[in-house]
């Protein structure tokens, strides 16, 4: 199976920077995902992974390292619609495409 | 093009009540899945379809049965509802784009009392 850990809360200011990680244990890795999910909505897709090194998408950045089974999502230039849960999902190579979601992590966002 | 869909939203059970959530998608896609979150908690999976006619178990599959009768819909059946149930379900199903990612439904929230 799968065993995913990222940290339960972080808090940081409107126009800082912030990094949350992830690690991760699997066999047949396929991808790294990262979703925001804001209070009582659904996730929704942030970026995707699968070689090692930085995806860069405005804002927000996604690093990989599948040797070291870890992964961090940064975020720039906080603003206050940034307070969501980040889950980090691991997919592995089945015909089934399914993914295993850590159990998230809340970002509150201060002025 | 409605993506996925959800019915119902909201709903109240009493313990030993059955009821089925609904999932419905427009984008031709083979495969669905089932999920619930508790409170503080990722995403586990229920059970999941890989195609028309085709159903598996996830990671939490007990106390839940599922249908894939027709490949738009997915069917969530809950047989006797517990208060352990309580939960938000999602549906989902691979995005027609380069990562798959999963596009979720907007869920079903669901309290048994």
């Known amino acids: 199976g799968q065993n995913i850990d990222q940290p339960t809360e972080m808090t940081a200011t409107e126009g800082a920077i912030v990094q949350i990680n992830c690690t991760y244990q699997?066999?047949?890795?396929?991808?790294l995902f990262w979703y925001q999910q804001h209070a009582g909505e659904a996730p929704t897709f942030l970026s995707y992974?699968?070689?090692?090194g930085l995806e860069e998408k405005g804002r927000f950045s996604s690093f990989l390292s599948r040797s070291k089974g870890y992964s961090y999502l940064l975020l720039k230039e906080l603003q206050m619609k940034d307070s969501a849960s980040y889950l980090c999902?691991?997919?592995?190579?089945?015909?089934?495409?399914?993914?295993?979601f850590g159990d998230g992590t809340t970002l509150t966002v201060k002025p | 093009n409605a993506g996925v869909t959800q019915t119902p939203k909201f709903r109240v059970l009493k313990t030993g009540q059955s009821m089925t959530l609904l999932c419905a998608q427009d984008?031709?896609?083979?495969?669905m899945y089932w999920y619930r979150q508790d409170p503080g908690m990722g995403l586990r999976l229920i059970h999941y379809?890989?195609?028309?006619?085709?159903?598996a178990k996830g990671e939490v599959p007990d106390g839940y049965n599922v249908s894939r009768l027709k490949k738009q819909n997915f069917l969530l059946g809950l047989e006797s509802a517990a208060p352990s149930q309580t939960s938000v379900y999602f549906c989902?199903?691979?995005?027609?784009?380069?990562?798959?990612?999963?596009?979720f439904g907007p869920g079903t929230r669901l309290t048994v009392l």
């Open positions: 989902a199903s691979p995005a027609a784009t380069f990562y798959n990612e999963q596009f």
């Open positions: 999902a691991v997919r592995v190579n089945t015909n089934a495409g399914k993914s295993t």
């Open positions: 984008m031709n896609h083979e495969y």
């Open positions: 992974n699968v070689l090692d």
């Open positions: 379809s890989v195609g028309e006619g085709t159903t």
């Open positions: 699997t066999s047949g890795f396929n991808g």
